[in-house]
């Protein structure tokens, strides 16, 4: 395992981060939209309201789940016509409770236990904000004790001496932030040098392909897709099975995807189209054009930036925030083959590096990657990798040499 692992600690990570504003369950589905636009993973952790005065700091006590752009979508596309009273409700009748998803850590919490909390199905890590960082990572973690590292207060119970306690400088009263899975990530990418070999190694190699992906058929219905999609990562690809049985990728539903949609034309196409069309739009596909239903020009959508204009309109893979410079009318299967916009699934071979698909998800900002087969041309669907994947890569143990 890399040093970098044992001697670098939470607290490294933190420097730089903005502040943590809680986002409250009182807060409307309206106020969500703009929250996930500006949030890691497409999605954000909902808050219990918290009382006035004395404001305590955050916690997570108070933590009850992540809120998706998924989630949303498919909410105002089961809420139908009634958009306007549907922008106005409380996430809390959204937000699924999963308070597993965030752990509070000190931050001297080493770096290999937070990569260990997020292997078990950590999202967010809750951390104090520091200025400066002096010292050495703790001594005792989860791997040697088997409990969860909390705070300064009760993990200085564990045994660990004032010579081992790190110090900090300039802290900030009540500060906290949040660690996602993307900034630890990104921390490691800049630490490619010391996992050598590894990072040039293909995901095949090194085991960082999952296979038990999600998928749905083109031609079910989109809204189909909501009840399929696994909690992470929160993606279902949308295929054509060819003869032999293979799955060919023509696109994916997911909250990446959506991330930063037209929420109200991605809602109505989920419910009206089928997936193969929700993921390319229906006027590409070269169907019958449908309409967007008209909406008022007061309607929330707009304070939302949603951009859905007042007037009728197609509903294509621009309307939901997708691009397409080869918007030509064809047949679905030739459609296949020349579409490449925003809408395209993200994918790379089964033989890329593990590094070259770390970047690719950080600049892309995607939650992961569709795995396709190196020895085709069509796009033939073999796994997916996601964080988790790539976590389980860089903390598995070599395999010692007979």
């Known amino acids: 395992m890399a040093r970098v692992f044992l001697h670098h600690v939470v607290g490294d990570l933190t420097l730089g981060k903005p502040e943590l504003v809680e ?37 997570a006590e108070r933590f009850i789940g992540m809120l998706t752009s998924l989630d949303v979508v498919a909410f105002l596309a089961r809420a139908g016509a009634d958009q306007e009273r549907a922008m106005r409700t409380p996430v809390s009748e ?13 931050p001297g919490t080493r770096l290999i236990d937070a990569l260990e909390m997020m292997k078990q199905g950590v999202r967010r890590l809750l951390v104090r904000k520091i200025i400066v960082w ?11 004790n088997g409990r969860w590292l909390k705070n300064i207060q009760s993990s200085s119970l564990g045994g660990a001496s004032n010579s081992d306690r790190p110090s900090t400088s300039a802290l900030p009263d009540n500060k906290f932030c949040c660690l996602s899975r993307e900034d630890v990530v990104r921390f490691l990418i800049g630490c490619l ?30 809204l189909e897709a909501i009840y399929k999609i696994p909690h992470d990562p929160c993606a279902i690809a949308v295929v054509e099975t060819n003869s032999e049985g293979s799955h060919k990728i023509i696109g ?43 909406l008022p020009t007061d309607s929330p959508a707009g304070d939302a930036g949603a ?47 593990l590094a070259a698909v770390m970047a690719q998800m950080l600049s892309h900002r995607a939650t992961h990657v569709w795995v396709t ?30």
Request: contains cysteine.
């Open 94 to 106: 959204l937000v699924a409770p999963n308070p597993g998803l965030l752990k509070e850590v000190d």
């Open 373 to 402: 087969d190196a020895d085709s041309d069509d796009d033939i669907l073999v796994g997916i990798v996601s964080y988790t994947d790539i976590l389980n890569a860089v903390t598995k143990q070599p395999t010692p040499s007979p």
């Open 23 to 59: 986002f409250s369950e009182a807060e409307t589905v309206e106020a969500a939209i703009r929250a996930i636009g500006d949030s890691a993973e497409g999605a954000i952790a909902v808050w219990r309201t918290r009382p006035m005065e004395p404001a305590p700091p955050p916690s």
């Open 193 to 222: 040098g010391v996992l050598a070999p590894l990072p040039l190694s293909s995901i095949s190699s090194v085991g960082a392909i999952g296979s038990n992906y999600c998928y749905i058929e083109a031609f079910s219905p989109a």
């Open 307 to 353: 951009g859905v204009s007042s007037r009728p309109r197609k509903f294509s893979s621009r309307s939901i925030g997708f691009f397409n410079n080869q918007a030509n009318q064809m047949s679905m299967g030739r459609l296949r083959s020349m579409y490449r916009g925003r809408s395209a699934p993200l994918t790379c071979k089964h033989t890329s590096s």
């Open 252 to 294: 994916d539903i997911s909250a990446y995807k959506l991330w930063k949609c037209d929420y109200l034309a991605a809602a109505w196409a989920m419910a009206n189209l089928s997936a193969g069309q929700f993921v390319v739009g229906a006027d590409d596909y070269g169907t019958t054009p449908v309409s967007m239903p008209e």
């Open 134 to 144: 002096k010292g050495f990572s703790k001594r005792f973690s989860i791997l040697y």
